[in-house]
Each structure stands twice: as C-alpha cells, then as structure tokens.
C-alpha cells in the first residue's frame, strides 16, 4: 500500500523569525539537493535512458520546490525580511538554473540518451529539455556562455526591482467627503475623514476600482486615476529600459532576430512577427463595435461637458457605469448588494466543486503566512488530490493585482499540487466585475491541481505553452456570467436571490465596451510586443504613439502606465497571448450547453482532456481531443459581433 503524499509543512506562527528560517531553509535544502542530483548524474549517468531522465526529473523538483517558495513569499509575506530573504532564494534558483542551462557536460550526458528506449511522454520530456538546453546557449562558446550568464542574473534582479517598485509605491489622493458623492454607502463608511478632516482613497485595487467607477467628482477621479497610472515612475522607467536591453541581447547572443522571435519559439504562435499580424487582425475585427460603443460614451459625456470632443481614461469607467445604469437598465450598485465577499467565496467553491466533480475541505488548523489566509484540502473521487490557499485581501507589501502561484508542483507518489490565489478584495460588497476575476484566477488553480497528478514535473499543473494558460481562465468567467449558477450563492442582505432578469441585463451591459475592451487590450499587446523589438529613448513617447494607434481612447496627460504593467516583466513580449487565449475559450466553451452548464459528461469530457493532461500534450491537440476539430476564430468573432 503505498502512503499519500503529505502536504507542505509550513511554520505554525505567522511571525517574521520562524519563517524567515523555513524560507531560507527550504531554498537552500532544495537547492543542495537538486546540485548533489546533478552532480551524480554527471558522475554516474544511468545506463537506461529512463532512469537518467527520472534522476534528472528528481533534480527538476527540487529546483522547482526552491523557485515556488522564493517567488511566492517575495510577492505575499508581511514580513518585509521574509520577503527580501524570499528573494535571495529566487535569486540562487536563478543562477543554479543557468548554471544548469549552460553546462555542456550534463548536456552531453542528456543528449546521448536513446530516446527509441522511451514512452511517448518520456521522449516529449528528453525533447523539450534538449530545447531548453540549445535556447540557454549551451551550445556557443565559453566568453558567450559566460556573458549569457551574467544576463539571466542581472535581468532576475531587474524584475525583482520592477516588481517591489510597483508594490512598495502605494499613492493616495485625499479628498473632502462631499466628493464621494455617487460612492456606495459601505464604502464610505470604510473610508471615513481623517484629523485634517479629508479621506485618503489609495491606489489599491479595492480603493481606485469603485472609485473611477462610481464617484461624481470629475475632478477627484482624475487625480486618482492620474497617480494610478504613474505608479512605479520614475524608477521603473529605467529598470524596464534596462531589462529590454538585457532580454535585446540574449536574444542576439542566441541568433535570433529579436526577443519576440526567442519567445515566441515556444508558444502556440510559433513566431515573433506573428504576434503584430494577431494584434492587427483582432484591431480589425473590433473596430466597428469599438467605435460604435466609444460614440456612445463621448454622447453621455457631453451631456455633462457639452464642449467634450473626446473622452479619456479618467472618465472611461464611470460613464460606461452610466451607460449601463441609464440606457441598459443595469446599476452597479445594485448588483453588488448580492455578492458579500464570503458568498461569493462560498458559492465559488460550490461551483466548481460541482463543475469538476471536486471536494474542497476546510483545513482551519493548516499553519499560514496571515490570519486572513483560508486552506482547503482537495479532494475527487474520495482521494484527495492537493490543497490550496486563499488569500484574497490587500495589506502592506503583498502583490497588488490577482495572480494563482505555486506554491508546490505535483509529482505522482513524490508531492501533491499546492497552490495559492492572491488577489485584493474588500471584505464587503463586491463588484460583479471582481467576481468574475475571482473565478477567472481560480480557473489557474483548478487547473494547477487538475493537471497536477504527473510522472514528470516539467509537465504538472499549468504546463502547457504560454498563450494557452489564460484560456481555461477565461472559460470558467462564464459560470459568473450565468443566472442559473449565480443563483445558487448570490443574495442580498434580505436574503433574496439575484434576478434572472437582472442577470440577463448584466450580460447585455457587459457586451457593452467589449470592441474597444478589445482594443484596449490591442494596445497593450503592442506595447508588449513593441518594447521588446524596437529599442527607443522615451517609452512614455512610444506609448503615445501605440495607444494612437492601437487604442479608441487618447492618452492621459502626465501619466507613464508602462511603470506599472507588470506583465511587461512577467509575460514580456507577449501579452497578446490574453486575447489569443481568449480566442481559444470561446471555441471551447461553444461546446457546453448553454441551458446546463454543469452537463457532467461535458464537464468532465474538459476536465479530462484539457486540464487533467498538464503539458504532456500540445495545447492545441488539447483543444482539438476535446472539440473534435480544430480550433477557430468563428466563435470570437460571432461573439464580438453580437
């Protein structure tokens, strides 16, 4: 009988000491295992390929135990000491990474396997690490080998510094209580005057989203979303010049034509000049429905301002809130009164554990980094299957947007899938727009423990190529969307369940704004894609020229957006991959039927073929097992045209 994989063993106090021991034990501990590992398949490489590649997968666990607990705490723990050992942890497992990439000799021993001994997923294993070997430079010289080196290193620590210079850059605006007018009454009551007799409303998430969304005073919203927008600057403006040069650089040292090209090799997309032709053609087909809503929004606005001949980023949000209150029927407010946050929270977990045949079971004595942090062991088909960790709420120094990490990767018999969802609520109403976010980034760590169940760790979890992992995300969004399900967790505080009607005008308002949401989208993708391959002095200058170009909406004076979107970092060159998942979501979610979204042959069909497999297969041949054909645009395209 063999023994369940035990859960990660985190401290059992949440102050700093413990866990600044247990971070810096942890990366060491793993790391050292993963060099003895290396050092003995180098040594004494097994003489059958399959038991090479299994010391080598032993190695990989390792290193990927280290990266999880280094990127992980570096983003979320409250001690800021953790958090700076954290990354002190990421960036050992960095420079062992690249250590390893550029080491000939444990190429060598790799690349002599013989992959005609292997099974197919073994073979996919030794063929996607040989790749990984070649796109590390392993293969050039020892004075290009060393500098390829000395990048990876120093462009870790750029984005270590993009990274704390948007999260330790909170700004505020401080405004008189009569401009909340238009603001929901808890929301003003959390926000009361200070001594000086103003209300500091900040940049985070819970602050400046129903701010721009609900408040009156033109004025006010502008400011906020003013310092919004230029969080991170001026510091970030040189950190991201400096990693765009040191990303300009590898690409060349490694031959290709630029950063896109070297990142695009292993994605869906395949190619660098790809990505501008995706970005041109969803530019296309939103244009007519951008244009049409974006005229709308201007009309609304003049009402207001008569002499407005456009409308910017400090308006967008609030009249498109008008919009949909006065011309749709749809009032945010009201709609938020039937998501308290731990209804939403509860009724999320019904969803999906009803969706994907999955039992979440609380775990109240589980040790955590924050008090606030809730645990669930998960469970299918009476074994359980991993555990995962809610932490939903903003406070000092943790990440500022909504992302799932991992916190362990799952390897059959060896360490079940961990993972942790990291957004910013409030701990009231929220806006049906968060509950949507919400399910969206559940959606990765569905999907992290789904595919978790895996031989080889290269291919656990959410492990298929890059401009896929959004679109599992973006497919569990419509459960938000449906009156049927949002019924069975959405109530006001009379306990009265949310309209069907109501819902039913919620979609028809959110269909609102999608061209030019897509175009907006559009930009950023540029913008992504643009820096990476055209080097230039003045980012805030070729950021003026891409919105002209790629958004409906004029820049907004004084602000450099660029300081603060992540994903620069993160996803670099290519952001498109959200709307080209998007692409993919819509395709597969035609395959559901819409009168029973919890159709368990259907449900489980997807969860099967789609999440279960991890990265064992191409994300395509994925979506094209469980459709039965191909994917297409003509999904997206009827849907942008609704």
Same mark, same amino acid.
């Given at each position: ?16 000491? /413990? ?121 050039? /010289? ?104 040191? !990303? ?51 009309? !609304? ?247 002209? !170009? ?24 290519? =952001? ?29 069909? =997807? ?36």
């Amino acid at each position: 009988m063999t023994t369940e994989p035990m859960s990660l063993t985190l401290p059992t106090d949440d102050s700093g000491p /413990d866990w600044l021991e247990w971070v810096g034990r942890r990366g060491d501990d793993e790391l050292a295992r993963c060099r003895t590992l290396v050092d003995e398949l180098k040594a004494s490489p097994p003489t059958e390929a399959i038991d090479a590649l299994r010391l080598w997968n032993d190695a990989q666990i390792a290193v990927s135990n280290a990266a999880s607990v280094g990127s992980f705490f570096a983003e979320v723990h409250p001690d800021k000491t953790v958090r700076e050992r954290a990354e002190t942890v990421a960036q050992e497992v960095q420079k062992l990474d690249t250590d390893l990439g550029l080491d000939p000799e444990l190429y060598a021993v790799l690349a002599a396997l013989d992959p005609a001994t292997l099974d197919a997923a073994a073979n996919r294993l030794l063929e996607r690490t040989l790749r990984d070997f070649r796109r590390s430079g392993v293969d050039r /010289d020892e004075a290009t080998r060393a500098r390829l080196r000395e990048l990876s290193e120093k462009g870790l620590l750029l984005s270590q510094d993009f990274s704390k210079n948007i999260r330790e850059n909170v700004r505020s605006v401080h405004v008189r209580p009569e401009q909340l007018d238009g603001m929901p009454q808890d929301w003003i009551e959390a926000h009361p005057a200070g001594d000086d007799g103003l209300v500091t409303v900040t940049t985070d998430y819970p602050d400046v989203v129903p701010f721009r969304t609900f408040a009156k005073d033109a004025a006010a919203r502008r400011e906020l979303v003013t310092q919004f927008l230029t969080i991170g600057w001026p510091a970030n403006d040189q950190v991201l010049q400096d990693i765009f040069a040191v !990303r300009r650089e590898t690409a060349a040292l490694l031959g290709y034509a630029s950063w896109a090209d070297y990142d695009a090799e292993v994605k869906m997309i395949g190619k660098g000049t790809a990505i501008a032709e995706f970005i041109d053609r969803i530019t296309d087909l939103s244009a007519d429905s951008a244009a049409r809503d974006k005229a709308v929004l201007l009309e !609304r606005l003049q009402q207001d301002r008569p002499d407005a001949t456009d409308i910017d980023g400090a308006d967008v949000a609030y009249y498109a809130e008008l919009v949909r209150k006065e011309q749709l029927a749809v009032d945010a407010q009201r709609v938020r009164t039937y998501f308290p946050f731990e209804s939403v929270r509860r009724g999320l977990l019904e969803v999906t554990g009803r969706l994907f045949g999955l039992d979440w079971t609380p775990v109240t004595d589980a040790p955590t980094w924050h008090p606030e942090v809730a645990t669930y062991d998960v469970g299918f088909q009476g074994r359980r299957i991993g555990r995962i960790h809610l932490d939903l709420h903003p406070r000092d120094g943790k990440y500022k947007h909504a992302a799932q990490f991992d916190l362990v990767r799952g390897v059959r018999g060896v360490q079940l899938p961990e993972g942790v969802l990291v957004c910013n609520f409030n701990r009231g109403l929220m806006e049906h727009d968060e509950v949507v976010t919400l399910f969206h980034e559940f959606g990765h760590l569905v999907h992290h423990v789904i595919g978790g169940d895996q031989e080889w760790v290269r291919f656990s979890g959410v492990a298929t190529e890059w401009d896929f992992v959004e679109a599992p995300s973006q497919m569990l969004e419509e459960w938000a969307w449906d009156a049927d399900v949002l019924a069975t967790f959405a109530r006001n505080a009379e306990g009265e369940v949310i309209p069907a009607e109501l819902v039913a005008a919620m979609r028809r308002a959110d269909d609102f704004g999608k061209g030019y949401d897509a175009r907006t989208q559009m930009f950023y993708a540029a913008l992504s894609y643009d820096f990476h391959v055209n080097e230039t002095d003045d980012l805030t200058a070729r950021l003026r020229e891409l919105m002209r !170009r790629y958004s409906v909406f004029p820049y907004l004076e004084g602000t450099h957006m660029q300081c603060h979107f992540g994903h620069l970092d993160g996803y670099s060159s290519g =952001y498109y991959t959200y709307m080209w998942s998007l692409v993919i979501a819509k395709d597969m979610f035609s395959a559901f039927d819409r009168a029973n979204l919890f159709d368990p042959e259907i449900a489980g069909a =997807y969860r099967d073929k789609v999440l279960a497999p991890g990265g064992r297969r191409d994300a395509a041949d994925l979506v094209e097992d469980f459709l039965g054909r191909p994917y297409t645009f003509d999904a997206y395209a009827a849907w942008l045209a609704e």
